[in-house]
């Protein structure tokens, strides 16, 4: 069966990270189950962001829980597109997964992390923290939805080689507009706040999303 074949293809990591990914799902719905329904509706209602975007200030674990599945989605989905297109190893093959788990990981971090520096240098803290709340919220929850289309593309027996890449490109179409949902859903549940300084709001939200790649690549090409 073509499924199978492209499963031998990227077998070692794929079903073990598969496994992981919806492990930590079944975590968070076991032991956060208000949250976890609260979340389940995030591209319904603002209902999740509203309650514990404000409530929780301090990092709970259920947020990090998010991040860590984001970071594995991200990296299982980069993993296959390499794959797909002949790179079997960055430095080595049979840790390559593991190698760009760690890449993702830093990277998401890093730019977390740049974003809460440029926030406290434009004095953005308040708006940033519920910015960065809704951000990793829906990332996540795309880099979910992603992967549940991933594991049925690569396991059901309809899909072959020659369908992957257009799987592929619909996983990011799927990504990019959970995303591009979040920026909508930021603007119109601030836009009393941001009509009068529109260009300015603008002016934010570039530093906060491009500016941390463009040091991050800086970085990389730096060292």
Not at 93 to 100: A, G, K, P, S
Request: proline share 2%.
């Amino acid at each position: 069966m073509d499924a199978l074949l492209i499963h031998r293809t990227y077998l070692t990591w794929i079903f073990p990270a598969f496994l992981l990914i919806f492990g930590l799902v079944a975590f968070l719905r076991v032991f956060y189950p208000k949250h976890f329904k609260d979340y389940q509706r995030l591209l319904l209602n603002n209902k999740y962001i509203i309650i514990y975007g404000k409530k929780e200030r301090k990092l709970h674990l259920f947020t990090v829980v998010l991040y860590l599945i984001q970071c594995l989605c991200l990296a299982l989905f980069v993993y296959v597109s390499l794959k797909h297109y002949g790179i079997t190893k960055l430095y080595t093959e049979r840790f390559m997964f593991l190698e760009i788990v760690l890449f993702v990981f830093l990277f998401l971090v890093a730019k977390l992390l740049l974003q809460r520096w440029i926030s406290s240098l434009f004095d953005l803290s308040d708006f940033s923290r519920d910015y960065i709340f809704s951000r990793i919220a829906y990332s996540s929850y795309a880099a979910i939805v992603m992967v549940i289309v991933l594991f049925l593309g690569v396991y059901l027996p309809f899909t072959s080689e020659k369908h992957l890449f257009l799987l592929l490109l619909v996983l990011l179409l799927i990504l990019l507009s959970i995303n591009m949902l979040s920026w909508i859903k930021i603007i119109k549940s601030n836009q009393k706040e941001i009509k009068p300084y529109l260009f300015y709001f603008i002016l934010y939200l570039c530093a906060l999303e491009i500016a941390p790649y463009i040091f991050i690549i800086y970085g990389i090409g730096y060292f």
